[in-house]
Structures are given as C-alpha cells and as structure tokens.
C-alpha cells in the first residue's frame, strides 16, 4: 500500500513538473543542464578548429588555470586547520557566450564562498565563452564550478 501510494505521488508529481518547465521554455526562460556541446572559455592557446573534444580538454585547463592563478584565499579563512574545503558556485552561460546569475551553491565560510563569487564575476569580465550548443542553436546553459580552497604553505 506504501508503495502504491508513493507510485501515485510520483506521476501526481511529474506532470506538475513538466508544466513548470514547459511555462519556462515558452517564455524563453529554459535553461539546460547539460547539452550536446558544453560551453567553452576562449583562450588563446586553444586551437579554434581543432575536433571539439580537443577544444574542451583545452578549455577546461584554461579555466582551471585562470582559477587557481587568480585565487585569493580569504583571510577569515587563515586560522582553519585540516583538509581542503570546497566552495561551489552556479553561473549561467548565456547563448551569447556572457556570463550571468553567478551565486554560491555551497559555502564552507569564513569568506570562501564570497572569494569563489568574485573569482567567477571577475572570469566573466576578463574572458570570452563560446555559449553551449544544441542541435547546431547556442542555449543557455546552467554551469556548476567546485572551487577548492587549500591553506597556502
């Protein structure tokens, strides 16, 4: 009986859903999770016609670069002991290749989630994005960046 009445929830559920979506699509609003050709930050080693897992690898180690060069770990955050903590923060790549709506997802404190915000906003303003791409149309498209803050040494 338990399960029966979970299994109706269930399918009360997923119509509702799917209004919501659909609402959000037909005003424009749809933004994907995933698509066939993720985003791409733009950097100038990386090749532009090469194939597009060639373009990705490259893009993420530039990303991941420009992070980590540019990372400032909060004084708040100085007196921590003990492992790496690990803020995470949404940002939309808009079908024009700008960056939007950057907010923390996950904040471990003392000014982590804060510094890993300015990192993005700051990532927005000095690089350039290659929007993602469904079926050959660009799409907006949710991104979610773990940034890892280890005490320096």
């Avoid at 299994?7 to 999770?33: H, K, T, V, W, Y």
């Avoid at 993420?60 to 400032?72: K, Q, S, V």
């Avoid at 960056?99 to 471990?108: K, M």
Wanted: with cysteine.
């Amino acid at each position: 009986m338990k399960i029966l009445t979970l299994l109706s929830l269930l399918f009360l559920a997923i119509p509702c859903m799917a209004q919501d979506n659909q609402a959000a699509e037909d005003a424009g609003e749809s933004i994907a999770r995933i698509a066939e050709h993720m985003p791409l930050m733009l950097a100038s080693d990386c090749p532009t016609d090469a194939p597009y897992p060639s373009r990705k690898s490259c893009s993420d180690r530039a990303m991941l670069e420009y992070i980590y060069g540019n990372l400032e770990f909060p004084a708040a955050a100085s007196s921590l002991t003990g492992p790496a903590k690990m803020a995470v923060v949404n940002f939309v790549v808009e079908a024009d290749g700008s960056i939007s709506n950057v907010e923390v997802y996950r904040d471990p404190g003392n000014g982590m989630g804060a510094e890993a915000v300015r990192l993005v906003e700051q990532m927005a303003q000095e690089t350039k994005w290659k929007p993602a791409m469904q079926e050959g149309e660009p799409i907006r498209l949710l991104m979610q960046m773990p940034i890892k803050f280890s005490k320096p040494e």
